[in-house]
Every structure is written in structure tokens, then in C-alpha cells.
């Protein structure tokens, strides 16, 4: 069965970089969209951006174009987000997901697996 | 960019109906996926394409779209299925989109 698997809680200064890593197992990684989504405290959910590991070309939300770099590296089957110029705002859980195709009109995508979050925070 | 709006939250009695709106201009033309996500955890897919079910979710669980309005039904309630609830689409500028969450509480 598919896993996703996310690295461990972080605590950043503002204006630092954060790298998170998501684990794939139990399905095919490269074909899959792997996409990013945070959610700050007692918020809803927030799309970050995506990647298709066997075309490696990231798709991202304008909100955090410039700021944002999503890779995948098909030989350990991980996707990594990577957020800089940390602020207070940036304070959440971050989510990684598996895209699965859905039904005509496409393009239509769900997020069929999840991986457990990463909190976040970032303090002075 | 496409918007889906929910209500805060919806409250009803065990072993009742409960019904989750998710509104959207013309939103029956989409595809509409819905994740229960209780606290402290992550999302879970509880239907996608409108009405299907992913294994293991039970037929209690059920979904429907048309028109401007999407909606999530849950009948015979139980204390367990306390969460938040959150549809989602993918919009035509080649993104997800998903709605602000309705919170479920069982009286």
C-alpha cells in the first residue's frame, strides 16, 4: 500500500529556509503528481505546488512563486519542498500528497494519499 | 482564480443526515472531491469525482453536484465522524482548489 513518509518537525528564524522531504513507498513514484499543502494553525487548506517526478517540471501557486522549490529525486522516490525567506505567516503544518487522476473534463485531480505533516513554526 | 465557498459549520444529532455544501459558479460542470480531516491529522479522501468512494470508506458517506452547489452527505451520523470536511476542484488555470472547511459536530 502507498506511504508517504515526511520528515520531522522543524523550528526556524525568520528570514531561514525550511526543507521538507516526502517518502514514497508501496505504489510508482514517477508518474504521480506529488503536490505541497500547508495549513496554518486553525486554517483551512492551502495548495503550494506540485511535481510530476518523470518530467521534474514544478508547477506553483503564484502566492509563493520566487519563494517556493518543489524537486523530486526518482532514485529514492522523494519529493522535497523547499521554502525560503521564513516569516511568522509561514507557521504551519506541511502536507505532502499523492495526485491521482480523476474523470473527464480533465485536467482533474484528487489527492488519494497523504503523508502525516511537518509542523513548522518559525519564531525568533 | 475559482472560488468554493462552505459554511463554517454544520451541527446535527447521532443517527441523523447531515449535509455539507460546497458552492461554486456553475461547480456541477467539475469534478468535486471531499477530505474529512479530523484533528491533529492528516486529510483523508472520502469521495472524489462527485460521488465515489476510495476502499474502505463506508456507504454512509455519499456525494452529489449540480447546478452551483456540491454537497457531502453523511447519514447515520456517528461521534466519530466529527471533523472537518473539505471539497476541492481543479481549477482551469491548472490548480487545486479547495473550499474554507465546514466543521462537523454531533450533537
Known amino acids: 500500500q502507498v506511504q508517504l513518509v515526511q520528515s520531522g518537525a522543524e523550528v526556524k528564524k525568520p528570514g531561514s529556509s525550511v526543507k521538507v522531504s516526502c517518502k514514497a513507498s508501496?505504489?510508482?513514484?514517477?508518474?504521480?503528481?506529488i503536490t505541497w499543502v500547508r495549513q496554518a494553525p486553525g486554517q483551512g487548506l492551502e495548495w503550494m505546488g506540485g511535481?510530476?517526478?518523470?518530467?521534474?517540471?514544478?508547477n506553483y501557486a503564484q502566492k509563493f512563486q520566487g519563494r517556493v522549490t518543489i524537486t523530486a529525486d526518482e532514485s529514492t522516490s522523494t519529493a522535497y519542498m523547499e521554502l525560503t525567506s521564513l516569516t511568522s505567516e509561514d507557521t504551519a503544518v506541511y502536507y505532502c500528497?499523492?495526485?491521482?487522476?480523476?474523470?473527464?473534463?480533465?485536467?482533474?485531480?484528487?489527492?488519494?494519499?497523504w503523508g502525516q505533516g511537518t509542523l513548522v513554526t518559525v519564531s525568533s | 482564480s475559482y472560488v468554493l465557498t462552505q459554511s463554517p459549520s454544520v451541527s446535527v444529532a447521532p443517527g441523523q443526515t447531515a449535509r455539507i455544501p460546497c458552492g461554486g459558479d456553475?461547480?456541477?460542470?467539475?469534478?468535486v472531491h471531499w477530505y474529512q480531516q479530523k484533528p491533529g491529522q492528516a486529510p483523508v479522501l472520502v469521495v472524489y469525482?462527485?460521488?465515489d468512494r476510495p476502499s474502505g470508506i463506508p456507504e454512509r458517506i455519499s456525494g452529489s453536484n449540480s447546478g452551483n452547489t456540491a454537497t457531502l452527505t453523511i447519514s447515520g451520523v456517528e461521534a466519530g465522524d466529527e471533523a472537518d470536511y473539505y471539497c476541492?476542484?481543479?481549477?482551469?488555470?491548472?490548480?487545486?482548489?479547495f473550499g474554507g472547511g465546514t466543521n462537523l459536530t454531533v450533537l
Open positions: 500528497a499523492r495526485g491521482a487522476v480523476g474523470q473527464n473534463p480533465l485536467p482533474n485531480l484528487y489527492f488519494d494519499y
Open positions: 508501496g505504489g510508482t513514484f514517477n508518474s504521480y503528481t
Open positions: 511535481i510530476v517526478p518523470i518530467f521534474g517540471m514544478p
Open positions: 456553475n461547480i456541477g460542470s467539475k469534478s
Open positions: 469525482d462527485d460521488g
Open positions: 476541492q476542484v481543479w481549477d482551469t488555470s491548472d490548480h487545486p482548489v
